[in-house]
Every structure is written in structure tokens, then in C-alpha cells.
């Protein structure tokens, strides 16, 4: 069984010219100029000895202009949910975390034994200044994992909102600087 797309279509046929879907083209360029950056991105260029063809980098869905829009839109429409949903469930879980009185004993215990570690290493650089070698190197204090991934967290929220934030700027810029070709 054939599946196939039912177009719209006059009989006998007519077919769109090169000047016509290109001006289309130009016309949804110029009104949002990130997307001739996302086409661009589309295909990579075949350099051999007789022709430099275009060929796909990550297969698009459809050949009018149309359909490239919404494949465009499709696609950056789900990039930014996928930031904010990482957003989200960061914040979510920064709500929702618990810091108990085990993990504040912990933490105590953390930072007794680093300010041992760190007097240990600041005496062993004054004895290696003072000409003394082979010292041996005392065992490194590690952050309880709670402690380490309270103070990560907030990090990782900021790392996931500057991203959006960035991709947001990307494809509204009007700065066709920031167009780049792959030649």
C-alpha cells in the first residue's frame, strides 16, 4: 500500500519555479534571519574534483518553504522546552531536597578534617621550602555528596538558563554576523 501526501494541486500540472521559491525563500530569510543559518546547518558541502554539491547533514522534512518552516520551527520549538523543562525539574529537585541532620553532621565533620588536611599541606610547603623531600601527601578530604550537590545545583540551574537564554538571542538576532556558512 502506497502512503503519500495529497497536495493541492491544478491539472494540468504547474511546478514552481527556482525565482519563485527563491524570492519565497529570501522573503522568510529576511523576516527571521536564524533561519538561513538552521538550513545552512542542514547540509554540508561535497568538495570533489569536477562539482561541489550540497548534501544532508540531518535529514529535514519536506522541500517547500513551508514545510522547512515548520521543520524549523519544530525543531527549535522542542529545543527550547527541552530547556525549560531541564529548568524545571533542577528547580523541582532543589525544592524538594532534604538537608538532614545526618548531612549537617557531615558537613561539620567535612570541615574539621579540611582545615587539618589544609594546616598539614601549608607545614609539608614550608618543610619542601626548607629543603625537606619525600614528604608523604596526607589523603584528600572529599565534600559529603549532599554538601557537594546543594552547592552544585543552583550551578546547574544557571548553566541550563544561560543556555536558553543564549539559543533565545540566537534566533532572534538580526546580526547576520552571526549567520555562519560551512564551506
Known amino acids: 500500500m502506497l502512503f503519500f501526501n495529497i497536495y493541492k494541486m491544478e491539472w494540468p500540472p504547474k511546478f514552481i519555479t527556482y525565482d519563485e521559491f527563491n524570492n519565497e525563500l529570501q522573503e522568510t530569510i529576511v523576516k527571521h534571519p536564524h533561519f538561513e543559518k538552521w538550513l545552512l546547518s542542514k547540509y554540508i558541502i561535497n568538495k570533489n574534483d569536477n562539482l561541489i554539491t550540497p548534501e ?12 522547512l518552516k515548520h521543520s524549523y520551527y519544530k525543531e527549535q520549538d522542542y529545543n527550547i522546552k527541552t530547556n525549560i523543562i531541564n529548568r524545571i525539574i533542577l528547580e523541582l529537585t532543589l525544592k524538594n531536597n532534604t538537608y538532614t541532620k545526618e548531612d549537617e553532621e557531615f558537613e561539620e565533620i567535612y570541615y574539621k578534617q579540611k582545615k587539618e588536611y589544609d594546616s598539614i599541606i601549608n607545614e609539608q610547603e614550608k618543610l619542601t621550602r626548607a629543603g625537606y623531600k619525600n614528604l608523604r601527601r596526607p589523603h584528600e578530604v572529599y565534600k559529603p555528596v549532599n554538601m557537594k550537590f546543594r552547592e552544585l545545583l543552583p550551578k ?3 548553566s541550563v538558563i544561560e543556555k536558553n537564554e543564549e539559543l533565545i538571542k540566537i534566533i532572534y538576532s538580526n546580526d547576520p554576523s552571526e549567520i555562519c556558512y560551512e564551506i
Do not use: C
Not at 544532508?56 to 514545510?67: A, C, H, L, M, Q
Open 156 to 158: 546547574s540551574i544557571e
Open 56 to 67: 544532508w547533514r540531518n535529514r529535514i522534512i519536506g522541500y517547500s518553504v513551508e514545510e
